[in-house]
């Protein structure tokens, strides 16, 4: 969940301090037990820690770092995983990789598709963990367009043309 922003007007110049979360705001964030990619999760960790640090005043950091490590260790997270999203090592990568081959969309369901994940990534074939309702809404079979309302011009082999009208679907004739 979104914090508001306390915005403190110092002279001119606004001032953001601490993420003032509402009294309703519950600190309800991706829980470590969900049904998520470890990659989303720990993007997660990452993207709450870095708009702390972009947002909150330096006199507010550490206390706004305190509450979001009590959060987060309240949706399951560990110290060391939180440390981890605080702290990221710095490495550059070794070689350049070569463009990908192909790529594949996959529902992340956890010990199967991390299995066909390794054996992609071993083909240089790049993954994306999409949920499953996105992948099958492109798989959907297209509907007969003659069931649907509309207007059709249909030809007859005696060059003359058929106009259906919504009331009188294809389906519905004989």
Not at 85 to 109: D, K, M, N
Request: hydrophobic content about 30%; glycine content about 6%; charged content about 25%.
């Amino acid at each position: 969940m979104v914090g508001i922003w306390e915005m403190v007007k110092k002279g001119k110049w606004l001032s953001v301090g601490g993420f003032g979360n509402r009294p309703t705001h519950t600190d309800c964030y991706l829980s470590k037990d969900s049904n998520h990619h470890p990659a989303q999760k720990r993007t997660m960790l990452k993207t709450v820690i870095h708009r702390a640090n972009r947002i909150c005043e330096a006199s507010l950091l550490d206390q706004e770092l305190r509450h979001l490590d009590q959060a987060l260790q309240s949706n399951g997270y560990t110290s060391q995983e939180i440390k981890r999203a605080l702290h990221p090592r710095r490495t550059a990568p070794e070689t350049p990789q070569p463009p990908p081959v192909g790529f594949a969309s996959l529902p992340y369901i956890k010990t199967v598709t991390d299995c066909i994940w390794k054996l992609l990534k071993r083909h240089n074939i790049r993954t994306f963990f999409k949920p499953l309702r996105t992948l099958l809404r492109t798989a959907k079979d297209p509907g007969n367009p003659l069931t649907s309302a509309g207007v059709y011009r249909i030809p007859c082999s005696c060059r003359g043309v058929y106009v259906l009208l919504p009331e009188n679907a294809a389906s519905k004739r004989e």
